[in-house]
């Protein structure tokens, strides 16, 4: 390739990225509300998908528009929400699972007359900032539940194993059940983006521990990846999991999985635009000052049935 | 003079057993073998679950996961070249298999065929850009990851409608698939991933071309002093690309395993994980400037690291503190490397 | 001078750079046996006209015959082809590689069929070994990489390289010029041998006219792109060969503008 004829080749992707742009942008320009939902989620995240649907499924019952952007580094995301704010948004709904990070940006938003509801994470610092409701799971009281029901069984050593070390939200559902469970709980930090290495560490700490009874992985992908590693070991071993998805649906039904935590994403990215719109259009403030709470709700073997039609569809 | 003639003759055309053990302890790998006895020993002592069978068929499918796309990668490295974008074009290939045997095909095989061409072409064209654009290859692989992990992502959605492929257990195909990408044996009663054996092939494909092929000649020149190279007549060009392919040729391998042993895959997956297999290709002796290395290093580099992470969970050491003893770990294995190779080559 | 062709004879050659002019009207003959020196200063065209020789590049004006027949070679393979072989000053091998490696790089020799086709190692350093030997030099483990010998060692294995895989016309930039006094020495011998006794014809790239008297059998110097002088060895000593090198009269006349 030439020069001259790379440099056109140039022009034509710039061309044809700007009119990609301009379609998305189109979209933003007319009278209809716009709403952002800025999340920390690392990308291709499962269960934010589900979030971002319930969001968008608020959105087109309200005729609204929603921007999503998402990044899991805290500087990235003030900046994301910097920009919404720039593009003059009716209402922000963030994941405050970096709560000093974003104290600036949800001041800025609030002297720029936006509202910012809080969501997903953050149930101990939403008061201490400007967002003007929180809605979500309570992390700790979703692993006491998690500690709770694990006290109803035969339980003696739970591994708690915890893809994201460092996050906040994930390592306080490990908390909640070390509040609750009468036995012994170990934690364990394996790599979410590299599934391999998730199964190999599980499977070592497995052979390491023969005293381990029950595996609670706190995201649904990685329940799958524990059901095999288990099996591997060749130990009777329980799996619990946090979080939903369809093929962890299928696992329960099974039997492989005894139960899962849902904290209902869909609803959390429902309700925040919801009460975004009902703010913004009403006045309407949500929750009295108190943490809305989505979670925890239990999947088992016994209710699984009805949950199963939605997961399919992507929605649980 | 003409006794000193014949002898040096002898030693020229058939090495005793004195040279050859010199030109063994000679070869890059040898640190890395040193470094992999040191991690060995200390969790052999430290580790009590680690002396198990169990656990070292866990290491060695660890190690294999790592090394078989460190191996294409090695070589890449020796030819003188980077790819930054093999951690996610493991992750393109499998979801793109995942996703047109779904979609298009209904036939796990064909999805397979696929994804194979789309990895090649992925290798081309990292080569491709290399050449064209003259710029240096880690800047070239750099946009190309970022550009498939984009891709990764907003394809799958805009396909799927999710972040994360379906079940393709369903699919026909999918068992013969999964035997051939995902099988385990029961040796010495225990379970081996039947990737640990295509590990060990792929290595000794790599070490044989490298070292008795034309093209490992060529490979070791265009990475050592490409223009030199290039003046005797290596197709230099050529070489490069077909490097970058071979560097696909294994995301593709590695993806086709992760799919089938894995059946479902998140759009996000593989990030970081190019980094490892340089990190193993220079553990295991290759230069970072190109023109030296092995195949068999960079295995041992796969291997170390595989014994590192599973065996700091075999030690039971502070969960907490799991990266940071990585990370002590390996510096201490390539400083011991290190050590080895300056000993060796000393004189 | 024979009668028969010349290797190469350039007449008239030019190369020009968009609107530079790197060369202009170059005549030079090297009939095979001879060593024809080029000299010149640095940015004197000596590289270009290097790489039109070896094919690295096209002449833009003139005409370059090699054996009689005008050529215009598209890549230094072309050049291979027709025995047209350059040795450069820093390029020539690739210092990581063992000496026989590099000695049958890009023409390797395999042994056995298909997919089991293999380098034949034994007989490629039997070669190696016998070509340098030839030359006078001993080199005891071939396997030891090439940028463990010396520079004149370095020299001699690419030169012995490029006589063996049928050189009839080795193009050598600058080859002494990284040199000691006894290393230049030892690839000078090596020069004078290789054109005597393998009847190579030999463009010799230097700038320096001692090493360049000591075997040519010719002399050009290269200025701005044009050859200033022209002359055989017997019509020149290495005195005037010295004046002519230094910038000859615009010399004179600097020494007399600055009075002394």
Known sequence: MTYRSFNRWLAGAALALAAGLGLAGSAAADDDMTFALISHAVPGDTFWDIERKGAETAARQLGADLIYAHHPAAGQQATLVQNVINQGVDGIALTLSHPDAMRGVIAKADAAGIPVIGLNSGLNEWQSTKVFA???????????????????????????????????????????????????????????????????RLLAKLQQDPSIDYVATLGAPYAMTAVRAIRMSGRPVSLTTFDLNSRVISAIERGKIRWAVDQQPFLQGYLAIESLWLKATNGNVIGGGQAVLTGPSFVTAENVDQIAAFAKRGTR | MSDTMTEQDNTARAPGWGQRLAALIKRPEIGSVGGAILVFVL??????????????????????????????????????????????AVTTSSLAASMFAMQVAGNVWVGVGFALILSLAIGALNGYLLIKTGLHSFLVTLSTFLMLQGLNLAVTKLVTGNVATGDISTLSGFDSARAVFSSY????????????????????????????????NWIFAVGGQGESARAVGVPLNKVKIGLFMGVGFAAWF???????????????????????????????????????????????????????????????????????????????????????RRQATRG | MSEQAPLIRLSGV???????????????????????????DNGAGKSTL??????????????????????????????????????????????????????????????????F????????????????????????????????????????????????FGARLLILDEPTAALGVKQSGVVLKY???????????????????????????????????????????????????????AGGAELESLQHEMGR
Request: charged share 15%; glycine share 12%.
């Open chain 2, 43 to 88: 969790f052999f002592v430290l580790a009590e679950p680690f002396r198990s069978l169990a656990s070292f068929s866990t290491v060695l499918y660890q190690s294999a996961a790592l090394g078989i796309p460190a191996v294409a990668v090695a070589l890449l490295m020796i030819g003188g070249e980077f790819d930054l974008s093999a951690g996610v």
């Open chain 3, 117 to 164: 086709a293999r380098l034949d190692k034994a007989r490629m350093k039997a070669i190696t070994d016998d070509a340098l030997r030839q030359m006078g030099i001993v080199i005891k483990d071939l396997e030891q990489p090439v940028g463990t010998l010396s520079g004149g060692q370095r020299q001699c294995v690419s030169i012995a390289r490029a006589i063996h």
């Open chain 2, 254 to 340: 590695m993806g086709m395993h992760l799919l089938f042993d894995y059946v479902t895959v998140q759009s996000g997956e593989g990030v970081g994980n190019e980094l490892l297999y340089i990190a193993q290709a220079v553990v295991g002796g290759c230069l970072l400037t190109g023109g030296y290395g092995s195949a068999i290093g960079a295995a041992i580099g796969g291997f170390i690291f595989g014994m590192t992470t599973q065996g700091i969970i075999y030690a039971g050491w502070d969960p907490q503190w799991f990266m940071f003893f990585v990370g002590v770990m390996l510096l201490l294995a390539t400083v011991f490397n290190a050590w080895i």
């Open chain 3, 14 to 40: 030019s190369k020009s750079f968009g609107p530079i002019d790197v060369l202009q009207n170059i005549n030079l003959d090297v009939p095979a046996g001879e060593v024809a020196c080029v000299l010149g």
């Open chain 3, 191 to 245: 020069i004078a041998k290789a054109a005597r006794e393998s009847g190579v014809g030999v463009v010799f790239i230097t700038h320096n006219p001692h090493h360049a008297y000591m075997v040519g059998d010719s002399f050009a110097i290269l200025a701005r792109g044009e050859i200033e002088m022209h002359a055989r060895r017997e019509d020149l000593t290495v005195d005037d060969l010295i004046y002519r090198m």
């Open chain 1, 134 to 200: 929180y809605i979500g799971q309570d992390p700790v009281v979703a692993g006491a539940a998690f500690g709770d029901r694990l006290n109803t069984t035969d339980a003696k050593h739970v591994l708690c194993v915890n893809h994201e070390q460092g996050n906040v939200s994930l390592a306080r559902r490990c908390e909640g059940i070390e509040d609750t469970f009468d036995g012994k709980v170990s934690t364990l930090y394996v790599n979410g983006q590299n599934m391999t290495s998730v199964r190999s």
């Open chain 2, 185 to 216: 044996f029961m040796i010495f009663g225990m379970s081996v991933s039947i990737i640990v054996f295509y590990w060990l092939a792929f290595v000794v494909i790599a070490t044989w071309i490298l070292l008795r092929t034309r093209i490992g």
């Open chain 3, 50 to 115: 290097i790489n039109i020789i070896a094919g690295l590049h096209q002449h833009s004006g003139g005409t370059f015959e090699v054996d009689g027949r005008a050529v215009h070679f598209d890549s230094p393979r072309q050049a291979l082809d027709r025995g047209i072989s350059a040795v450069y000053q820093h390029l020539a091998l690739v210092p990581l590689l063992p000496v026989w490696r590099n000695f049958f790089l890009g023409s390797e020799i395999m042994r056995g069929r298909g997919v």
